[in-house]
């Protein structure tokens, strides 16, 4: 739904009936500041209903830079601090309820835009230690649009519960878009899941997200485009052509790429031309849940090595082989990189997920020399050439050409 343009304190009247009505609040949060006025005491202030001991408790936590201060207030006494935290000259206020995400906006006059839409959260105190809270609600009319079956729900759900922890990184940069694609989008349930939740979390921030769809396929791509479009969503748009060749924020500018790069079971080596995108772009955040690794199964092929005699030990080992290697060469290229099971193997076998942020600075020349060698060692001993490497061969030659500088 579009946003409604509505007088301030009308608005800030309706967010303080929504954050005092605690037991269908799931959380809010106030941040960026009103142009033209003094920043608010926090840079971001975010409130959730907490059960304690005690009872009943709003917590507020404010962040200014790295510094993190919480807030328990009993629900019966909240009103006084609900009302200093409206008092701030924040620029965007998000609420979600039981019900609704309502998004207040202050623009330059001093006027309110106020965005409602769906929840897709359960809402209600939560204990500390168990809040089971959906990120992607599988009953959300999208779905249906879609036609995914369970399993992909949960996968795209668990998908997202790995990039929330990690979306500060995007959210905090300066600038008001954040820009996120989907690499081998298929039939886009992911997508559409990622583009809901991190729209919101943008939205809570103050920025715009746009998410793209890529995929070589013009009839998924065409899927995508109609479901955007019946959905009502904003930003979400759908690109015909390979992820080798994909540039879709080319037209931001030379520097101008994506925040955040995903890529869920794009098949063999459209992974390698996932991670070597978000590398070349520089992205921050990458998330790429690999599919089959045929590449150096193929180059493992007549090895007989004990490891690898069988195939079905060959495929295995493959996914291992070509997982690790991908991580050093991330590694070497200036990312922190995790490997974990994002969802359990019941719902599908392809359960790793490749985390990766950027650092910028890289590893120390001491570690890069460790993973270098690490790197040849793998290379060297099974006889394989992995895809990722040979599409970075530049930038490989670079580390290299620095590590050996550096002896
Ligand atoms: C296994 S499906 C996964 C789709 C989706 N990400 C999901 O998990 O539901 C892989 C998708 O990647 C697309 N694809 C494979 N190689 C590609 C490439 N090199 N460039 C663009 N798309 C590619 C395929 O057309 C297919 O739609």
Request: net charge negative; hydrophobic share 20%; aromatic share 4%.
């Given at each position: 739904m579009e946003p409604v343009p509505t007088d301030l304190t009308t608005a800030l009247a309706d967010v303080r009936t929504l954050l005092l009505d605690t037991p269908h609040l799931a959380r809010a949060v106030a941040a960026g500041r009103r142009k033209g006025l003094e920043p608010p005491a926090a840079e971001r202030v975010e409130v959730r209903p907490v059960q304690l001991k005690a009872g009943p408790h709003l917590q507020f936590t404010a962040r200014t830079g790295p510094v993190v201060s919480t807030r328990n207030v009993p629900v019966d006494e909240a009103a006084a601090a609900v009302d200093d935290l409206l008092a701030q000259p924040y620029g965007n206020l998000h609420v979600e309820t039981a019900t609704e995400v309502v998004q207040v906006r202050v623009t330059k006059k001093g006027d309110a835009q106020v965005h409602r839409a769906a929840a897709a959260h359960e809402a209600g105190p939560a204990g500390h230690d168990k809040?089971?809270?959906?990120?992607?609600?599988?009953?959300?009319?999208l779905f249906r649009v879609l036609g995914a079956g369970g399993d992909k729900r949960r996968q795209v759900e668990a998908f997202v519960r790995q990039l929330a922890p990690l979306a500060p990184t995007v959210l905090?940069?300066?600038?008001?878009r954040v820009r996120a694609v989907d690499l081998g989008?298929?039939?886009a349930y992911l997508t559409f899941a990622a583009h809901r939740w991190l729209g919101d979390a943008a939205r809570a921030e103050g920025k715009v997200l746009t998410t793209v769809g890529v995929d070589v396929r013009e009839d998924v791509v065409a899927t995508g485009r109609r479901a955007a479009a019946e959905a009502g969503l904003t930003g979400l748009e759908f690109a015909v052509g390979s992820i080798a060749g994909?540039?879709?924020?080319a037209d931001g500018g030379p520097?101008?790429?994506?925040?955040v790069v995903m890529a869920l079971h794009a098949c063999d080596t459209a992974t390698d031309e996932a991670l070597a995108r978000a590398v070349r772009w520089g992205a921050p955040l990458v998330l790429a849940a690999p599919c089959c690794h045929r590449d150096v199964q193929r180059q493992l092929h007549?090895?007989?090595a004990p490891l690898v005699r069988h195939a079905i030990l060959r495929e295995r080992f493959a996914d291992v082989l070509t997982d690790t290697l991908r991580s050093l060469v991330l590694q070497l290229l200036g990312y922190r990189v995790e490997v974990v099971e994002?969802?359990?193997?019941?719902?599908?076998?392809?359960?790793a997920m490749i985390r990766a942020v950027r650092t910028?600075?890289?590893?120390r020349p001491a570690a890069r020399a460790d993973l270098l060698a690490e790197f040849d060692e793998l290379t060297r001993t099974w006889g394989v050439s992995p895809a990722l490497a040979r599409m970075l061969e530049p930038e490989l030659a670079a580390v290299r050409a620095g590590v050996q500088a550096a002896l």
């Open positions: 809040a089971k809270n959906r990120l992607v609600d599988p009953d959300d009319p905090s940069r300066p600038g008001d989008c298929g039939n994909a540039d879709p924020y520097d101008v790429g994506p925040d007549g090895n007989r994002f969802i359990d193997s019941a719902h599908t076998p392809r359960n910028g600075s890289g590893p």
